[in-house]
């Protein structure tokens, strides 16, 4: 069940109905509402899976108790390796086992010993793994580092907590501070949460529908067939994947965010205009500004974060970017992809200037942006974008030959959609998208922030006109993320 389907709707309104209607007195009966839903929220693709989430929920459960009720650190260490060991490891079993064993494998190959036979495993991602397994480790990091003064003793409030629907498969990665204590608390329905909410869910389909649904057949034709095109075309396709990727995954979080709010629950803001970033740590401020925030409170910081010498720090910053390529997906692409951003990051660490950004937006105080801000923002945006050619790539081999490509072959031809669409369209659509972004770029949870009904009335009708205009049922509309 993905967000952009008539499926998803038709349960989101039953599952809204029974939560405001008849179970609203008992916030027992609320939570027990919301596991249930979840499960069948999850089940929709592979109910299987559902298998690990419980597992996952009583590991973490009952270490959270352990941890909390052990006198000595040590023992307390100890529960608390439990749970890392434990998630690291379902993790590591599905995502990665692969992975190991084929580049065990390619080593000795590399070294002229041939091995026939392989220990490989036919088996399918399970959707949402590397957020699940992160939400319920925070909660026993938390407990450990006693940024949670004491686990909950109930039960279905923390299968609630782990397993909540709108954020399970694809984040924000909540903490127990934030979401656990939400659902543990009661909850009053409030008309202007929800319309906010609706508001964003609108704005997130949006993002999905018409722009990154609609670039994707580009962006496929562009990376598949590579060898073809000269550097106009690469650098075209990699610029509309930068896109592509922001409309999605941030598409998916603003309808996350707006499907909590009409539950009456507020989850963590997870892109904050990132395409707007004056520097790469500024970038990573406000690009899935979850798992940021996580790697840095229970990694970075644990290593000694910047309170160590610069050498020491330099080296956290490379392990943080090492590991988050790693978290994406079980490819060298993806640890390319994050040592780049580490390579990019450090020289702005060295010269200080890497909390400059982080209380401020470009324009701050006017209405366009200085000439040095804009120059900021393209050399920002040209580096995030040079590095997903790994991210995108389907092979380190694929990746390297799309630089070369892009360095070798000059030439300029016009680009031709595949579906034979006016390619005119879409440059106009993200421009505007980009102009519209900008005026909106202080609140990320207000894109329909106009004074005057009618403009309001104006923007909410071209926006779902666009929508139905873009929509294409041929189109796979699985959100980027899922794979991850």
Do not use: C
Not at 299 to 310: C, E, N, Q, T
């Amino acid at each position: 069940m993905v967000f952009n389907s008539l499926d998803f709707f038709i349960f989101l309104a039953i599952v809204f109905i029974l939560y405001w209607f008849l179970f609203k007195k008992s916030v027992k009966l609320q939570n027990i509402l919301l596991l249930i839903s979840s499960y069948i929220f999850y089940g929709w693709w592979d109910w299987r899976f559902l298998s690990l989430i419980l597992l996952s929920t009583i590991v973490d459960y009952f270490v959270g108790i352990m941890i909390h009720s052990s006198e000595s650190q040590s023992k307390r260490k100890r529960w608390l390796w439990v749970s890392v060991i434990f998630n690291v490891g379902l993790l590591g079993f599905f995502k990665y086992f692969n992975f190991f064993v084929d580049s065990w494998i390619d080593m000795f190959t590399m070294f002229g010993y041939e091995i026939k036979s392989t220990w490989t495993l036919q088996v399918i991602l399970p959707v949402g793994i590397s957020f699940y397994t992160f939400q319920t480790m925070s909660y026993s990091f938390d407990l450990y580092y006693k940024k949670l003064k004491e686990p909950t003793k109930d039960f279905l409030s923390f299968a609630a907590f782990v397993s909540f629907f709108p954020q399970l498969v694809a984040g924000p990665i909540e903490r127990a501070s934030n979401l656990l204590s939400q659902i543990t608390n009661k909850r009053s329905f409030s008309y202007e949460q929800s319309v906010s909410g609706i508001k964003l869910i609108l704005w997130g389909l949006f993002k999905k529908v018409v722009i990154a649904d609609s670039l994707a057949p580009i962006v496929d034709d562009i990376f598949a067939n590579y060898s073809t095109y000269p550097a106009s075309t690469l650098i075209l396709g990699v610029t509309m994947f930068s896109f592509q990727v922001y409309g999605d995954f941030s598409g998916y979080s603003d309808i996350a965010i707006g499907t909590a709010k009409l539950f009456g629950i507020e989850l963590m803001s997870n892109f904050k205009f990132p395409n707007f970033s004056r520097n790469v740590a500024e970038y990573w401020q406000r690009w899935h500004v979850s798992l940021s925030t996580w790697f840095r409170h229970y990694v970075y910081i644990p290593l000694g974060g910047s309170r160590v010498s610069k050498l020491k720090s330099v080296r956290n910053i490379i392990i943080i970017f090492l590991v988050s390529g790693f978290w994406h997906g079980a490819n060298w692409t993806f640890i390319f992809w994050g040592a780049f951003h580490a390579l990019a990051f450090i020289p702005v660490f060295l010269m200080g200037r890497n909390t400059i950004y982080k209380n401020s937006v470009v324009g701050e105080n006017s209405i366009f942006p200085s000439l040095i801000e804009i120059g900021q923002v393209l050399l920002t945006f040209s580096i995030v974008t040079f590095s997903r050619i790994f991210f995108r790539s389907e092979s380190i081999t694929d990746a390297f030959n799309f630089i070369k490509r892009i360095t070798s072959n000059f030439s300029y031809e016009i680009y031709n959609h595949p579906m034979g669409y006016r390619m005119i369209d879409y440059y106009i659509l993200i421009g505007v998208f980009i102009l519209y972004e900008y005026r909106i770029r202080k609140d990320e949870r207000a894109p329909f922030k106009f004074k005057s009904k009618i403009i309001r009335f104006i923007v909410y009708t071209i926006v779902i006109l666009l929508m139905l205009l873009f929509f294409d049922s041929n189109i796979d509309r699985s959100f980027i993320y899922f794979q991850f």
